[in-house]
Antibody, heavy 120, light 108 residues
Framework: QVQLQESGPGLVKPSGTLSLTCSVSRELTAYDWGWIRQSPGMGLEWIGHVSFSGDTKYNPSLRNRVIISADTSKNQFSLRMISVTTADTAVYYC???????????????WGQGALVTVSS | EVVLTQSPGTLSLSPGERATLSCRASQSVRSSYLAWYQQKPGQAPRLLIYGTSNRATGIPDRFSGSGSETDFTLTISRLEPGDFALYFCQQYGASQFTFGPGTKLEIK
């Protein structure tokens, strides 16, 4: 079992920067770690993910505004999104990413989610 | 980008009935990389099925997945009260993940 917990401000002003941290109950090695968001009443959107070594993959629609990084010394990884608008209001989830031809490409453990509201 | 479409948008059934949920992809998806999730109100999604047909740890055998290329199905053989929730399919390809819009399974 792996526990993940998101933390960060719940309110961000338009044009500001959204910053979230995910704390993980185990070492980050051997897996990738990702962020997914869900707008109120909407579906799920993959934001991106980072490997323990720092390699990143991003959703092309968000690539220009997002940075995901990992701090293996703290068992944490982070999301930074710049130039936010009200459209970025959502519940942000962190999750462990498992990519394996045998065991699939999935998000197998999730945090409980953090609501971030973009409003002045 | 692979676009996933799910149908129906809402499925109304009674406990004990069989549920069949569909996920269609805009282009072929590697079967290893098609998954299903269940989400209940106020909770994070939970992985149900990976690699099209493999149940995740702790998922009862009432849940089964099938399909190939662009057409995939999640079947719940005998609905229990706790199965009424939102279900998403998800694919991975070209180093990108996409999710379907979801099917809401509600009690009739």
């Amino acid at each position: 079992q792996v526990q993940l917990q998101e933390s960060g401000p719940g309110l961000v002003k338009p044009s500001g920067t959204l910053s979230l941290t995910c704390s993980v109950s185990r070492e980050l090695t051997a897996y990738d770690w990702g962020w997914i968001r869900q707008s109120p009443g909407m579906g799920l959107e993959w934001i991106g993910h980072v490997s323990f070594s720092g390699d990143t993959k991003y959703n092309p629609s968000l690539r220009n505004r997002v940075i995901i990084s990992a701090d293996t010394s703290k068992n944490q990884f982070s999301l930074r999104m710049i130039s936010v608008t009200t459209a970025d209001t959502a519940v942000y989830y962190c999750a462990r990413v498992r990519i394996n031809v045998i065991r699939g490409a999935v998000f197998d453990f999730w945090g409980q989610g953090a609501l971030v509201t973009v409003s002045s | 980008e692979v676009v996933l479409t799910q149908s129906p948008g809402t499925l109304s059934l009674s406990p004990g009935e069989r549920a069949t949920l569909s996920c269609r992809a805009s282009q072929s998806v590697r079967s290893s990389y098609l998954a299903w999730y269940q989400q209940k109100p106020g909770q994070a999604p939970r992985l149900l099925i990976y690699g099209t047909s493999n149940r995740a740890t702790g998922i009862p055998d009432r849940f089964s997945g099938s399909g190939s290329e662009t057409d995939f199905t999640l079947t719940i053989s005998r609905l229990e009260p706790g199965d009424f929730a939102l279900y998403f399919c998800q694919q991975y390809g070209a180093s990108q993940f996409t999710f379907g819009p979801g099917t809401k399974l509600e009690i009739k």
